[in-house]
Each structure stands twice: as structure tokens, then as C-alpha cells.
């Protein structure tokens, strides 16, 4: 099977750390031209020298709690340099907790870093998918997708929502060669699990080790996952092995999801 991505532009959002590095590294490995996306200039800098041919890639500052900067950003970047073939959208996770619990403001603010933001990329990166009749949007999501988390109220909530979104646009986009389809990773080795762990050692009266053993057990497989592991659905579905596939979602997640 051939994934080579060589020539094909890739924007990948939250790709300073955790599954959005890993997949900005595979598709680099791959020989995609790739931006990364974050807020911390200093970390992306680190990240291109970490990407193979490291001269040919570039990265753009954004802070996803302003969509329409974030927009701009983006655009300009197009319009002096070149538009994308693969966006990877990708940011960090609500605050855990009940949802009973959770602010008006959280919702807000998970609604614009995840739905508002994915949109806007998906708004100007879309023209040039459609020129080149190439085009693949993955959005990496959660298996709240498909089963609601206990105690990640607001993440079930709105990554709901941007499943829904995101198979919409499947639908109106399909026919110019393009294709959106989400990743749904489970539990993997991020800071963002770190975080949960340790609120959910917390709440229990456990030790960090005794919390990450327990949700280990949650798997069929009986461990986490490693962000590279994600990461390889990703580089599949951003290939052309995948261009029949659009509008799903594929768990990533050791068997940890019951649902079909």
C-alpha cells in the first residue's frame, strides 16, 4: 500500500505535544510538506527540528480561543505561500467534570476552540482541495463520540457536536475529491490523560499508578496508547489509500468502545 504524501501540503493543528506532533512527524515521514498550528512559538520551533527535512517546513502562531484571528492567520499564510491538501484538526480537551457542574462560559469556550475553529480552517483550506481535486480533513475527536465519557460533561457535549459537523460537510464535499473523517483516540499517553489520572486518582483516594492501572483494564488491550499509534490512522486516512472513506469515525482505542 502506498501512503506517500510527497508534495501534498499539510496543516496540523495542536502539534506541539501529544497526537498532534506525532501525527505532524508521520506525515513529514511520509514527505508532506507540513505547517504545524499552535500558540507557543518556542515549542514550534523545537517541533520543526524534530520533523524530518526540517527545512521545508513552516509553522503559523494562533491561539484557538480567537477563531476568526485564527482565520486570518491562515488566510494570509495562503495567499503568500500555499494552500493545504490535508488539515488535521486538533485541539486540547475541556476541563473534566460533572457536566451538572459545568459554566456557561465552558461550554462557550469549547464550543469556539473545537466547532468554531474547525470550521474556519475548513472554510480556507477547502478552495484549494477543490482546485486540486485532492482534499482530506480529519478531525481528532474522542469516542464520546460514540459513548459518553462519565465525569468529561462538556468534551462529550461538544465533541458530539463537531461529530455531527463533521459528517455534514462529509457529505457536501465528497464529490470534489475530498474527504473528512474523524479519529476517535481513547485512552493514550498525553498530558492532557496525565491530567484525568490524576483528578480521577484524586476523587477516588488513589495513587496515580493505581488510577492508571484501573483504566488500562478499561481496554481490551490492556494498555494506553502511544500518540504515534493515532497517529498512523490519521497518516492512512490523509493518503490516497483512503479516498472511498469519508464521513466515519474510526476508534483508536484498544477495543475500549462496546458501540459498533
Request: glycine residues 8%; hydrophobic residues 40%.
Amino acid at each position: 500500500m502506498n501512503l506517500n504524501l510527497k508534495n501534498k501540503y499539510a496543516l496540523v493543528c495542536g502539534s506541539t505535544a501529544g497526537i498532534g506532533k506525532a501525527t505532524a512527524i508521520a506525515l513529514a515521514e511520509e514527505g508532506a510538506i507540513v505547517t504545524l498550528v499552535a500558540r507557543n512559538r518556542d515549542k514550534l520551533k523545537q517541533v520543526i527540528l524534530e520533523l524530518p527535512h526540517g527545512n521545508k517546513h513552516d509553522f503559523i502562531v494562533a491561539d484557538f480561543s480567537n477563531p476568526r484571528d485564527l482565520q486570518e492567520q491562515v488566510i494570509k499564510y495562503i495567499e503568500k505561500h500555499h494552500g493545504f491538501h490535508i488539515l488535521i484538526n486538533n485541539t486540547g480537551g475541556p476541563r473534566s467534570g460533572e457536566i451538572i457542574n459545568a459554566s456557561l462560559d465552558e461550554f462557550d469556550n469549547a464550543f469556539i476552540q473545537h466547532l468554531k475553529c474547525n470550521h474556519v480552517l475548513a472554510q480556507s483550506t477547502i478552495p484549494f482541495m477543490k482546485d486540486e481535486g485532492f482534499g482530506r480533513i480529519v478531525n481528532i475527536i474522542s469516542t464520546s463520540v460514540k459513548e459518553p465519557i462519565p465525569g468529561l460533561g462538556v468534551s462529550n457535549t461538544i465533541r458530539g457536536a463537531v461529530g455531527n459537523w463533521s459528517k455534514t460537510l462529509a457529505t457536501e464535499v465528497a464529490a470534489f475529491g475530498i474527504t473528512v473523517n474523524n479519529v476517535l483516540p481513547g485512552f493514550t499517553e498525553t498530558e492532557r490523560l496525565n491530567e484525568i489520572i490524576q483528578i480521577k486518582a484524586k476523587n477516588e483516594g488513589r495513587t496515580f499508578e493505581e488510577m492508571a492501572d484501573i483504566m488500562k483494564n478499561y481496554a481490551p488491550a490492556k494498555r494506553f496508547a502511544k500518540p504515534e499509534e493515532t497517529a498512523n490512522a490519521i497518516v492512512f486516512l490523509a493518503s490516497e489509500a483512503a479516498s472511498y472513506i469519508t464521513g466515519i469515525n474510526i476508534p483508536v482505542d484498544g477495543g475500549r468502545t462496546k458501540s459498533l
